[in-house]
């Protein structure tokens, strides 16, 4: 059973390219979450995912915006790149009907570096 | 809002060694709390939680106890390993999913 695939694993970009990150959550899960990881920093909510509708947002500008697809997956998309995007972005899945965060698997991560 | 405040570190400790990394909250209403942790190149993993006040979470030898006097969830283990060399992260959740961190503890055990 695979578990949180998130791709690709490394990206670079330049300042004010747009980016577009991917995850596929875990088998029987429904919901996904973004986070982002800067460096020597805890990971900050970006936004949730349930029946392709964003259900919870973080404190991210609008540039920072998602996607979730028929078959759970989901994108993250980041317009107008700055150089304070570079992070560790981290895509988790649950089941949202179980109403528990000890039911959340973190995927490894995309390292996004901003040029 | 809600903020997790946890030890700085590094931490560097000899195998056996007794480990304490400290973390306090701040959250209105009554929080879950949990301890992850994160391998090099890995993702998170979750380490053990608490859902109330005065529950201890436990898991491989780490321990903590929720203590809503002290808004408190300090992660404890007796004799820590080499294998126990991670990045640990305090964090809190007051709704679905929706989890705010601490800045994370690097451990480091030597043999």
């Known amino acids: 059973d695979a578990g949180v695939t998130q791709s690709p694993t490394h990206l670079i970009k330049t300042r004010g390219q747009q980016v577009t990150l991917r995850c596929s959550p875990k088998?029987?899960?429904?919901?996904v979450s973004w986070y982002q990881q800067a460096l020597g920093q805890g990971p900050q909510f970006i936004f949730q995912?349930?029946?392709?509708?964003?259900?919870q947002r973080g404190n991210f500008p609008d540039r920072f915006s998602g996607h979730q697809f028929p078959n759970y997956s989901s994108e993250l998309n980041v317009n107008a790149l700055l150089l304070g995007d570079s992070a560790l972005y981290l895509c988790?899945?649950?089941?949202?009907?179980?109403?528990?965060?000890?039911?959340?698997?973190f995927g490894s991560g995309t390292q996004l570096s901003v040029l | 809002g809600n903020s997790v405040t946890q030890m700085e570190g590094p931490v560097t400790l000899s195998e056996e060694a007794f480990l304490t990394i400290n973390c306090t909250y701040t959250?209105?209403?009554?929080?879950?709390l949990f301890w992850y942790v994160q391998y090099p190149g890995e993702g998170l993993q979750l380490l053990l939680k608490?859902?109330?006040?005065?529950d201890k979470g436990s898991n491989k030898g780490f321990e903590a106890t929720y203590r809503k006097e002290t808004t408190s969830f300090h992660l404890e283990k007796g004799s820590v390993q080499v294998s126990d060399s991670a990045v640990y992260f305090c964090?809190?959740?007051?709704?679905?999913?929706?989890?705010?961190f601490g800045k994370g503890t690097l451990l480091t055990v030597n043999p």
């Open positions: 988790a899945s649950s089941t949202f009907r179980t109403g528990s965060n000890e039911k959340l698997f």
């Open positions: 088998s029987g899960h429904d919901t």
């Open positions: 995912y349930y029946e392709e509708e964003e259900r």
């Open positions: 959250a209105t209403g009554y929080p879950s």
């Open positions: 608490a859902t109330k006040a005065d």
């Open positions: 964090a809190l959740s007051d709704s679905n999913y929706k989890l705010t």
